[in-house]
């Protein structure tokens, strides 16, 4: 496959300034999401004339540029999306994993990240990969809900891989934490290492093969594209793990699913149904709740005792979230996940593959028992919340065990303790994680139930990234260099 193309003949810089100065385009529309690159790509789309969901594909595509340690190309995730006049419905592209033969697995080997107060191991290797979901789901998405032609929403990503994204304050931190992944490829180290240091707050992250690879989305139809060149690319590195066939590949369909819908205090909440995990144990939690006029820090510690012997393990959550309501009402809101990656890059295209069949908390049972073909359970839940007047509440979160504990004690700071939205995202959170309660500092110190109670320095990326948009105010959370507009 040729991935060197002529660069675009549009000029991306010049078509979406142009749409900075259109008037009436901008009119009320909100969005928050994981990085300033990615929400002005999101916003750059609006003010062309598109609508939510090709804000939210574009913006997913400049994250796998600006958010590259969260999310990527050959990731997976799902999109809440409801058009407005239309019922919710949820994409689900994560990712998925054939059947196993566990006796042919190569390419699989541990390694220990180091996030401060905790080691985490990981398994990186070919022989972690499942199948990616993300690009097939932006493409369907993009052909029952997008309006503008998808080559312009990949534009601004292409212009970003080029010319460079500033690395956030999170960025740099998670950087670190991942450097065992980022050391074990020369090509990782190419894109994050600048005059033998990794790259720091401010620096510019270059990904020019990545630019090179999107280029192929202007001139072909993205769809055919994706089956028969990507799917044959990815396949031919991802072989070596022995694990994953090129129909596996080709065959991979993003499945639309009925909302998991609670009414719960005169709202209505619709959330990630099965197979995530996440939609259901938000649910439990909320309902341990239900009862209450008032939620303190005590009530979700009992909430989260009640769904403790369902959720995952503890890992830092490679995950990123994007929100989007435009000025016609129409939501798109969407999770997109990398694990921490699987430690290469495809040749040629500076893609990183999920690792998501050597996560502890994503295989149970432990790894490569897959018996057949199934998308892999996990906790990421685009939400959307709908008040009796028809006002809009979206949200979701990164921080895999933490998206549960993130979301539950967002949705009762809303709910229940009528904050508004800033406050109910900035408010310190806990989160319960097998016997030990995490804390953020608070001004108050309420008396936990709990033995093991850690108390850390401040508000930190471990307890989630909830990026939300209401039909009055639009918030990225702080913890993960969250922005909004």
């Not at 990186?124 to 032609?149: C, F, R, W």
């Not at 995202?425 to 806990?430: E, F």
């Not at 008396?447 to 990234?465: A, E």
């Amino acid at each position: 496959m040729d991935i060197n193309l002529p660069s675009a003949k549009v000029n991306v810089i010049t078509r979406f300034a142009k749409g900075k100065d259109k008037k009436n385009m901008v009119d009320n529309f909100k969005i928050a999401g994981g990085h300033k690159d990615t929400v002005d790509s999101a916003s750059n789309v609006l003010k062309e004339g598109g609508n939510a969901f090709d804000a939210a594909i574009a913006g997913v595509f400049a994250s796998m540029s600006c958010e590259y340690l969260y999310t990527g190309a050959a990731s997976g995730g799902a999109m809440l999306v409801k058009k407005n006049g239309f019922s919710a419905d949820i994409i689900d592209f994560f990712v998925e994993t054939p059947p196993i033969d566990s006796s042919k697995v190569k390419d699989f080997k541990a390694i220990n990240a180091d996030f401060g107060n905790t080691k985490q191991e990981f398994n990186i290797g070919a022989g972690s990969v499942g199948i990616p979901g993300t690009l097939p789901g932006l493409i369907q998405i993009h052909k029952e809900y997008g309006s503008l032609p998808f080559s312009v929403l990949v534009e601004q990503a292409i212009d970003l891989s080029k010319k460079g994204c500033l690395v956030s304050k999170n960025q740099e931190y998670l950087s670190e934490v991942l450097f065992p992944i980022i050391s074990s490829s020369k090509v990782l180290e190419s894109l994050f290492i600048k005059d033998g240091s990794l790259l720091k707050e401010g620096d510019l992250f270059f990904n020019t093969e990545f630019a090179s690879f999107l280029d192929q989305f202007l001139y072909e139809d993205a769809a055919t594209f994706y089956k028969h060149e990507v799917c044959p690319l990815f396949y031919n590195s991802f072989k070596a793990g022995g694990i994953i066939e090129l129909k596996n590949l080709q065959e991979y369909t993003p499945k639309k699913r009925a909302p998991l819908e609670l009414k719960y205090c005169g709202h209505q909440i619709f959330m990630n149904p099965q197979p995530s995990t996440g939609g259901t144990l938000i649910n439990v939690g909320l309902k341990q709740l239900s009862g209450l006029d008032v939620v303190s820090k005590q009530d979700i510690e009992g909430a989260l005792h009640k769904i403790k012997n369902f959720k995952d393990q503890d890992m830092v959550g490679s995950t990123t979230h994007l929100s989007v309501i435009d000025k016609e009402n129409n939501v798109a809101s969407v999770t997109t996940t990398n694990g921490v990656g699987a430690g290469f890059t495809v040749p040629g295209t500076g893609i990183m593959p999920n690792n998501m069949l050597g996560e502890k908390h994503l295989n149970m049972n432990g790894f490569h028992n897959w018996k057949s073909r199934q998308r892999i359970p996990s906790n990421i839940c685009p939400t959307l919340i709908i008040d009796k007047n028809n006002n809009l509440t979206t949200l979701g979160s990164a921080g895999s065990s933490r998206i549960i504990s993130a979301t539950i004690s967002v949705i009762s700071n809303l709910l229940h303790n009528e904050m508004s939205l800033k406050r109910s995202i900035s408010k310190s959170r806990i989160h319960l994680e097998g016997d030990t309660l995490h804390c953020e500092p608070s001004d108050n110190h309420p008396k936990y139930k709990t033995k093991n109670v850690v108390v850390w320095g401040g508000k930190n990326m471990y307890f989630g990234g909830v990026n939300a948009c209401s039909s009055f105010e639009s918030v990225g959370d702080e913890r993960r260099s969250g922005v909004s507009v």
